[in-house]
């Protein structure tokens, strides 16, 4: 490894706990953002037949039903997640006995 790249990792590890929260936060608010331009830009391509001035109900109920697809599956994909971290310990611990 060369000095530079061990002179940032110290860097980083002597960072403000405060500072990295705060970047950790602003982190996750990005990738918040990105992914519902992600979601909107996937629904607007299955959704959106013939762009109009308004809004047709047929288009809304498909952006709706679209949306809370995707919503259901990441609080479904985010629960699982938290489950596996939750008994991930337990059951290592049981295997080192």
Known sequence: MDS???SSAAGLGSMDPQLQHFIEVETQKQRF???VHQI???CWEK???K???KL???AE???VNCIERFIDTSQFILNRLEQTQKYKPVFS???SD
């Open 4 to 6: 530079s790249s061990s």
């Open 33 to 35: 953002q990105q992914l």
């Open 40 to 42: 909107m830009e996937l």
């Open 47 to 49: 959704c959106m037949d």
């Open 51 to 53: 762009p109009g001035p």
């Open 56 to 58: 047709d109900s047929r």
């Open 61 to 63: 109920a498909y952006f």
């Open 93 to 95: 611990e049981s295997l």
